[in-house]
């Protein structure tokens, strides 16, 4: 990190790096993503940047706003009848599809239903839903077994996978099968033919989107103002040549700086510091359920209670502990669903007593364990540097493989034992606000082979999760989230790593970014 510092200190204005020259005649704002979109269909991938790629794109029939509160986006409003058995959708006039067709019902009943076989709180609606019809052009319909509050909450949430409407022609695929054409109705649209995977994606304000004409742009919520012609995406693994990139002003928006450059950034001026995602990002080390040694309870709660979030934090995020939290159990902190952690299991610092036992009690006899890292996400690749040492320290023999975040998630979905391309252990972080209850945890699922990658099988947390949609108010469901934490500490689907709180940057020159998520509507350069 001091050599970066150094390294960025002597610099003057401008580095050798490729020049990235604006479009002739147009405004374009050039972002730097976290890393490359490996995989571009929204439904196919629980990654965060194919979920910020998707929402240029597409839209959602509900959107989130910046306090998690779902209001209606491509619907004018709902009508709720039958006790809340049933629901009728209408949508916004004028709305239109890239590819200059209308947005109707059917394309809605179609994108839904592929949906709903890949997202965890979409199998929740499509198990309570009786019947999901187009009545007609611009009418959808929902006939539930039982109410269904959480409705819009589902179909509009931030957290992966989001229920994007695209055309029903691309939306009949089969959900195992990616879409690779990019036709969706939101402000901007993909221009495939620019794209160069690892380097670039490119999009243009989509001259016919109507945007809703009442309430706040705020997130996923209200209207969706279009206001540079392009948006650019630039990846930059290098963190010398982004921060230098940012300064210079050769792009516009760096979404994930790394902490030790955050002063140096700030220090002229002429860049701002933002912290957009007050939920924070989640640390997640996955374990394969389905391949020894990690198919084991013991081995997984052996590798838990060897990590010390605290030293995690610091790696990722640094010393300042104002940047992070640690004690972080399956559920985000002091919110409604939260109980207190394992002091067993996330003891600072590490009980290596307690990791021995349970390295006996589980038959390790030190077969080394494929741990998944991507070197270009800087995070993930400082998470997993830190957890292979400590779990190296702990009696683990640890075969930490680095390569691209694309290669990662293409690795992360083989079930194979790991000389076949499989793995026993993945890395990532998830967004906070996706624990703050069961419904939008993707990691703490216990249903086997349909889980995320993983596929973690503990039927009793299934059991609870459908019991907390039961629940009867607040109140039930904290106590039932307490016994899910629990059977979580004893089943270990993954390891929390602690929560960090990720700045980002951006020129000073640009206005109205959004909180939550880097969303390019409503920004605009002064």
């Given at each position: 990190?001091?050599?970066?510092?150094?390294?960025?200190?002597?610099?003057?204005?401008?580095?050798?790096?490729?020049?990235?020259?604006?479009?002739?005649?147009?405004?374009?704002?050039?972002?730097?993503?976290?890393?490359?979109?490996?995989?571009?269909?929204?439904?196919?991938?629980?990654?965060?940047?194919?979920?910020?790629?998707?929402?240029?794109?597409?839209?959602?029939?509900?959107?989130?706003d910046e306090h998690n509160r779902a209001q209606p986006q491509m619907i004018e409003g709902h009508l709720v009848e039958q006790d809340g058995r049933q629901w009728t959708l209408t949508l916004r006039e004028g709305l239109r599809f890239h590819d200059g067709s209308p947005v109707l019902a059917r394309d809605v009943v179609a994108s839904v239903k592929r949906w709903w076989k890949r997202d965890n709180v979409g199998q929740v609606l499509a198990a309570l839903?009786?019947?999901?019809?187009?009545?007609?052009?611009?009418?959808?319909?929902?006939?539930?077994?039982a109410p269904f509050p959480m409705l819009p909450d589902a179909l509009g949430k931030f957290g992966t996978n989001n229920a994007v409407i695209m055309p029903e022609r691309l939306a009949l695929t089969e959900a195992t099968v990616q879409v690779t054409e990019m036709t969706g109705s939101g402000p901007y649209r993909f221009v495939a033919g620019e794209r160069v995977p690892g380097s670039r994606l490119v999009y243009e304000k989509f001259a016919d989107y109507v945007p809703r004409q009442s309430g706040q742009t705020s997130a996923l919520a209200g209207p969706k103002?279009?206001?540079?012609?392009?948006?650019?995406?630039?990846?930059?693994?290098?963190?010398?040549?982004?921060?230098?990139?940012?300064?210079?002003?050769?792009?516009?928006?760096?979404?994930?700086?790394?902490?030790?450059?955050?002063?140096?950034?700030?220090?002229?001026?002429?860049?701002?510091?933002?912290?957009?995602?007050?939920?924070?990002?989640?640390?997640?080390?996955?374990?394969?359920?389905?391949?020894?040694?990690?198919?084991?309870?013991?081995?997984?709660?052996?590798?838990?209670?060897?990590?010390?979030?605290?030293?995690?934090?610091?790696?990722?995020?640094?010393?300042?502990?104002k940047h992070w939290r640690d004690k972080v159990g399956y559920f985000l902190p002091d919110t409604p669903m939260a109980s207190p952690v394992s002091p067993a299991a996330q003891k600072e610092p590490p009980d290596r007593e307690l990791v021995q036992r349970l390295l006996k009690e589980g038959g390790y006899k030190g077969e080394p364990l494929v741990f998944l890292v991507p070197g270009d996400v800087a995070s993930i690749k400082a998470q997993g540097e830190v957890v292979t040492d400590a779990l190296k320290q702990a009696g683990f023999n640890i075969d930490m493989q680095l390569m691209d975040w694309g290669t990662v998630l293409a690795r992360a979905n083989n079930r194979q034992a790991p000389d076949k391309g499989g793995w026993h252990m993945v890395g990532t972080f998830t967004a906070g606000v996706g624990l703050l209850n069961p419904s939008s945890n993707n990691f703490l699922r216990g249903s086997g082979t349909s889980a995320i990658f993983g596929w973690s099988d503990i039927p009793r947390l299934e059991e609870l999760r459908m019991d907390w949609f039961r629940a009867a108010d607040e109140k039930a469901q904290a106590a039932i989230c307490a016994e899910i934490q629990r059977v979580a500490y004893e089943a270990v689907p993954y390891a929390p790593t602690g929560l960090y709180y990720q700045q980002t940057a951006y020129r000073s020159n640009l206005t109205g970014v959004q909180k939550g998520l880097p969303l390019f509507y409503g920004v605009r350069r002064t």
């Open positions: 990190m001091a050599t970066r510092r150094a390294f960025l200190a002597g610099m003057t204005t401008a580095l050798c790096m490729p020049s990235i020259a604006r479009a002739q005649g147009a405004s374009v704002l050039k972002f730097a993503p976290q890393s490359d979109v490996a995989i571009l269909d929204p439904i196919m991938s629980v990654s965060y940047v194919t979920r910020n790629h998707a929402m240029l794109i597409f839209d959602t029939l509900y959107g989130a839903t009786d019947e999901l019809s187009a009545v007609s052009d611009r009418a959808v319909r929902f006939r539930l077994k103002v279009a206001h540079f012609d392009r948006v650019e995406w630039v990846v930059m693994p290098d963190v010398a040549t982004a921060a230098s990139a940012l300064q210079t002003g050769e792009i516009d928006w760096w979404e994930q700086p790394a902490s030790d450059y955050w002063d140096l950034l700030s220090a002229k001026g002429n860049v701002k510091l933002d912290l957009i995602d007050t939920f924070g990002s989640a640390g997640v080390i996955r374990f394969n359920f389905l391949q020894g040694p990690t198919s084991n309870a013991r081995i997984r709660q052996a590798a838990l209670a060897a990590i010390s979030q605290k030293d995690v934090m610091t790696g990722v995020i640094g010393e300042d502990s």
